[in-house]
């Protein structure tokens, strides 16, 4: 009986704990119950089928090696077919997360200013991806727009800027491409710079810490820049190299 009781109460905290994490409330508890949701309930599942469903057509390409071969090939609209139920099915997983466990809630993205969940931006980049291999390239560049749009302090910019570029390169307008790997070079020779001159400062014993502007108060901190990832660097590279190819 008592064991019973135990078991009751402990049902009952877990339950209240649950109905405590509203995607409205910016607390550690709701941060970590969406977010463990957004990852691994919807993101990785997705990611699964999505590479699943990619590396089974590599592995079935008959490439032609008298011809250039693509670095990263994409389905033509026949071979694409087989891949629509697993990639749609991604889609859909990434979509309910965004709207089950954006924080705060995702009904008016362009009048949201934050979100606090840290895994909404990567299933964003998961719903671009997919529509970029089922060929529907307006819907992949609106997801990718969007990442850039509103994630400017998030890594995900990045991703964002480099699939945007790819997604141009297959509509053939290699202008706009140019525009967002320039950018992206830019971003890099930035932060090298910035990491170079971070380098100098701590051989020269200078730091910035506690440092004061003319008027005598601390100076304004800088808005934050988003780090490159580094897994990108090797990806955006091979896009510069790869041939461009219609299909």
């Known amino acids: 009986m008592i064991k019973t009781v135990k078991f009751f109460v402990v049902g009952c905290l877990a339950v ?17 119950f969406h977010g463990m949701n957004a990852r ?24 032609n090696y008298y011809e250039l071969v693509a670095v990263d090939p994409v389905p033509n609209e026949k071979e694409v ?27 008016k993205p362009s009048l949201k200013n934050a979100e606090h969940n840290n895994w909404i931006d990567e299933n964003w980049t998961t719903i671009g991806i997919a529509s970029f291999y089922r060929r529907d390239y307006d819907g992949a560049m609106k997801s990718f727009k ?29 202008t706009e491409a140019k525009f967002g790997l320039d950018a992206l070079d830019k971003a890099l020779e930035e932060e090298a710079n910035g990491e170079s001159k971070k380098e100098d400062n701590v051989k020269s014993g200078k730091s910035k810490a506690g440092k004061m502007n003319k008027s005598g108060g601390d100076s304004k901190k800088k808005s934050k820049t988003a780090k490159f990832p580094k897994k990108i660097k090797l990806f955006k590279n091979s896009i510069q190299k790869s041939p461009i190819k219609k299909s």
């Open 81 to 107: 077919e087989s891949m629509y139920s697993p990639i749609d099915t991604a889609i859909v997983k990434c979509r309910k997360v965004i709207t089950d466990h954006s924080m705060p809630s995702n009904d």
């Open 146 to 174: 969007f990442i850039k749009k509103f994630f400017a302090d998030d890594p995900s910019l990045y991703v964002g800027e480099l699939w945007i570029a790819k997604t141009n390169l297959k509509l053939g307008k290699l």
């Open 16 to 32: 209240a704990a649950i109905m405590s994490c509203s995607t409205e409330k910016n607390t550690a508890l709701s941060r970590g």
């Open 40 to 63: 691994y309930n919807g993101l990785f599942n997705a990611n699964e089928l999505l590479n699943e469903s990619i590396t089974s057509y590599r592995a079935g390409l008959d490439e």
